[in-house]
């Protein structure tokens, strides 16, 4: 008996010294997936990596969506796309405390990894500390705090991950922010990102592209089609936070309708009183569009942002109307012309309309029709054909 009992415990010695020699780091390495919010910033979710460190007694997140919201140019480097992201550290308590607070779920996938991938992994993130490599030329699409985390974990494992399509394979980047967008009831934030970002958003994405969402991230490493990439899936907190969506009337399409309807029947109507409230209408909608097409042209040449160049919505919001606008009652033959021009182009735009390289946004065809019917009825008065 005493004779077993010894190589009993020879055997398990032997079996934990094995098991120390293979994986002496003592680490564990997972990708953290937060669910949506409700803000606009936090509606595609959040992605964060998790480093436990048994030898150093610590549980660390690096998270590479932080940025310094206290810098006195901060809108302007925002707007200009110069503002600069860094990785930051902080314990895994308090980052799952925060998004708990918050009503976020948090879903962990521990890693795959060798001793050696675990470290080069940790170094990896400890080099990106530093002051002069923290910081990053921040991209909603190609260089996020998402696809930062995937290119550490594709560069260091071995072989390196083959990642899957995780949605339809010619899903476009607009169709893929209009699936949570659309989910959220977000219509007026979703005009707001029609009227920016221009035809590189219509772009298919590859199948690397597509992991610029966290839960294509995550999905994506599920499926990994050349070695199983993670150990294990847990849920550390589930999702609390109910989105309140109150379905509300007032859409862009439906108030753009409206705005159509009003000055469609305010053109036929004789009388002085309204004649004036038309007029200053016609002023309001050529200068307003007219300044959205010198923001496009500036949001195209002005800004480091990829996705806002070749931006098709200049062909309504032409900024010369910025101009015309404050000719609107010149009987001068160059502004006749301009309107007369400017009215036939519109019409052409629609025409085409399904036929441009960019998804324009369909809550804008009665805005322009708007625009039509008022240039038609103001080159006709002109013309004293009215």
């Not at 992994?121 to 995937?150: G, M, W």
């Not at 659309?182 to 920016?196: A, P, R, V």
Request: net charge positive; with cysteine.
């Amino acid at each position: 008996m005493k004779k077993f009992i010894r190589f009993f415990i020879l055997l398990t010695f032997a079996f934990l010294l094995k098991a120390s020699a293979q994986d002496s780091s003592r680490l564990r390495i997972s990708l953290l997936t937060c669910t949506p919010g409700n803000e606009l910033y936090s509606i595609f979710g959040h992605s964060a990596i998790r480093i436990i460190d048994s030898n150093n007694v610590n549980d660390l997140v690096f998270n590479y969506g932080t940025f310094n919201f206290n810098d006195e140019e901060f809108y302007i480097k925002f707007i200009k796309g110069k503002l600069k992201y860094f990785v930051s550290v902080q314990q895994t308590e308090d980052f799952i405390y925060s998004y708990t607070e918050e009503g976020r779920g948090i879903t962990e996938q521990i890693l795959n990894l060798s001793e050696q991938e675990k470290n080069n992994i940790k170094h990896a993130l400890i080099e990106n500390l530093k002051e002069e490599n923290k910081y990053y030329q921040y991209d909603f699409f190609y260089d996020n705090c998402t696809t930062r985390l995937r290119d550490i974990i594709s560069k260091n494992k071995q072989p390196n991950p083959i990642l899957p399509y995780v949605m339809p394979e010619k899903t476009r980047f607009r169709q893929a922010i209009y699936m949570y967008l659309n989910k959220s009831e977000q219509h007026w934030s979703k005009l707001g990102i029609d009227l920016l970002l221009g035809a590189k958003t219509d772009k298919i994405m590859s199948a690397e592209e597509q992991e610029f969402l966290p839960e294509n991230l995550m999905n994506a490493l599920d499926h990994c089609t050349n070695q199983k990439l993670v150990s294990e899936k847990v849920q550390l907190t589930p999702p609390t936070f109910v989105n309140q969506i109150s379905k509300s009337l007032f859409t862009p399409n439906f108030c753009f309708w409206i705005f159509f309807a009003v000055m469609f029947s305010l053109s036929f109507v004789k009388n002085k009183f309204v004649s004036i409230i038309t007029t200053g209408l016609d002023f309001t909608i050529l200068f307003f569009t007219g300044a959205l097409g010198i923001l496009f042209i500036f949001m195209w040449f002005g800004t480091d942002h990829i996705m806002t160049k070749n931006n098709y919505n200049l062909l309504w919001a032409l900024p010369t109307n910025f101009i015309a606008a404050f000719f609107i009652k010149s009987k001068l033959k160059i502004i006749r012309n301009y309107f007369v021009f400017l009215a036939f182009f519109l019409s052409l735009v629609l025409l085409c309309w399904n036929f441009l390289p960019q998804q324009l946004n369909v809550s804008l065809i009665p805005i322009i029709l708007a625009i039509i019917v008022r240039l038609y009825r103001v080159t006709s008065q002109k013309l004293n054909l009215t």
